[in-house]
Every structure is written in structure tokens, then in C-alpha cells.
Nanobody, 124 residues
Framework: QVQLVESGGGLVQTGGSLRLSCVAS????????TAWFREAPGREREFVLA????????DSEDPVRGRFTIWADNAKNTVYLQMTSLKPEDTARYYC?????????????????WGQGTQVSVSS
């Protein structure tokens, strides 16, 4: 059973930075994709960024373009999300998700395994 554990969330002021981590365990195949999604109160869970085990990365969605970066340390089974120039509208619970294969879908239905999420709050 694949398990994902996110960490690194917290409360920051506008303009601040955070780095989220997602540690995976239990994978049985070497080709996979890992994505970050976020969900704000009253809103749908939305795609942020994704990366394959081979290092391909999706283009950023408009709300985070130029501010968020994703990368992976495969030796540590960890995917990171670096968030800079944070805004109050980035406040959400951030979830890590993974799937087998090397495609990079942006819809949550394509990801079979999810973590519990980590809360990011940005004060104005």
C-alpha cells in the first residue's frame, strides 16, 4: 500500500516562503508521477504542479506561475513544493498525490494515492 506523508505547512505572512515535503513509501513500480493539489475552504481541490519519476514537470497553473516550484529527490522518495511570494489566496490545505505511470494528469480522479495534507495559511 502506497503511503504519502506531507509536512512543511504553517502560518506565514504575505510575501513569505514555505517548502512542503511529501515522503512516499510502499511503491512497487519505478515509474510514477507525484502531484500537489490544494483545497481552500468552500472551493474545489485544485491542481498545483506535478512531476514524474523521470523528472518531467507540468507547466504551472496561472495562480502559482513564477512563484511555486516542484522537484524530487528520488533517493529519498520525496517530492518538494517550494512556495515563494505567498499571498493570502494561497491559503489552503495542500495535498500530495501519486499514481503509477509517466503521464502527468491535472485532475484529482487520476491519482490513486493521497496524503492527509498539510495546512498553509498566509496572513495579510
Amino acid at each position: 500500500q502506497v503511503q504519502l506523508v506531507e509536512s512543511g505547512g504553517g502560518l506565514v505572512q504575505t510575501g513569505g516562503s514555505l517548502r512542503l515535503s511529501c515522503v512516499a513509501s510502499g511503491r512497487i513500480f519505478n515509474s510514477y508521477a507525484t502531484a500537489w493539489f490544494r483545497e481552500a475552504p468552500g472551493r474545489e481541490r485544485e491542481f498545483v504542479l506535478a512531476i514524474t519519476s523521470g523528472g518531467r514537470i507540468t507547466d504551472s497553473e496561472d495562480p502559482v506561475r513564477g512563484r511555486f516550484t516542484i522537484w524530487a529527490d528520488n533517493a529519498k522518495n520525496t517530492v518538494y513544493l517550494q512556495m515563494t511570494s505567498l499571498k493570502p489566496e494561497d491559503t489552503a490545505r495542500y495535498y500530495c498525490a501519486t499514481r503509477y505511470g509517466d503521464s502527468l494528469p491535472r485532475t484529482k480522479a487520476h491519482y490513486a494515492y493521497w496524503g492527509q495534507g498539510t495546512q498553509v495559511s498566509v496572513s495579510s
